[in-house]
């Protein structure tokens, strides 16, 4: 392992969704967006032919988010990075999920904070649920929109729930109308009991230095401050 730690990660100009599913694989982890926060991110590597927010399933990035999830590709898309969203592979998710949450349970890290409880309790009896169905089942209102906004980022952040998908609202008839709306799920039913298993195994501490040497291989630049920040998710 040590060996290949060594040496500077190499990526090629991306062009379209395959190239970007190979290099999404190499890297592990990314933010979504142009803005790498001093750190990285796989935008940097974006060539003319990705245009964002065109519609075209092959080179519009924005596309990809959900693309990804609807393939099975066991790549989860979440808010993830200084509560903004980006991607997170299996192969990586047990170390984060170390450095994240340790051996602490939700309560010990939710103790005293309603809306995650409300929100967590929900997917965790129902399964997946849309942002719309969250809001009404959990009877949140208007004026608990921050904080319902809030509390779901942290849970992504800390490794409790992921994007799973998107859906549509329905009519009392059963007739889909709207926008999209994200679904979430429990990070047990994206990623599977055995990732937690190997997470369980890992000290957060030889986590978080075995993620440092990675981030340093995807930007041999970034300082330990701006690594840190990426590794803890704030």
């Known amino acids: 392992m040590e060996r290949e730690d060594r040496g500077r990660l190499a990526f090629s100009e991306i062009s379209n969704y395959d190239e970007f599913l190979s290099a999404l694989e190499l890297a592990g982890m990314t933010p979504g967006g142009v803005n790498g926060e001093g750190v990285f991110t796989l935008c940097g590597f974006f060539g003319s032919a990705v245009r964002w927010h065109t519609g075209d399933p092959d080179t519009d990035p924005w596309e990809w988010r959900m693309r990804v999830l609807s393939e099975g590709r066991g790549i989860a898309y979440g808010k993830f990075y200084y509560g903004k969203s980006g991607y997170l592979t299996r192969k ?3 170390y984060l999920l170390a450095v994240r949450r340790g051996k602490s349970s939700f309560e010990e890290l939710f103790a005293g904070d309603e809306a995650a409880r409300r929100i967590y309790t929900l997917i965790r009896d129902n ?9 009404l089942l959990g009877f949140f209102s208007r004026e608990e929109k921050s904080d319902f906004e809030r509390a779901l980022t942290a849970l992504q952040s800390s490794l409790f729930l992921t994007m799973c998908g998107q859906e549509r609202k329905l009519s009392k008839e059963g007739r889909e109308y709207g926008w999209n709306s994200t679904v979430f799920c429990l990070t047990e039913e994206f990623f ?7 997470a369980a195994a890992l000290s957060s501490q030889n986590a ?21 920040r990426f590794l803890l998710g704030c």
């Open 92 to 94: 990586w998710f047990p």
């Open 127 to 135: 399964g997946r649920l849309s942002l719309h169905m969250l809001k």
């Open 192 to 198: 599977g009991e055995e990732s937690f298993h190997e």
């Open 208 to 228: 978080f230095e075995t993620l440092d040497r990675h981030l340093l291989r995807l930007n041999p630049e970034a300082d330990a401050s701006r690594r840190r």
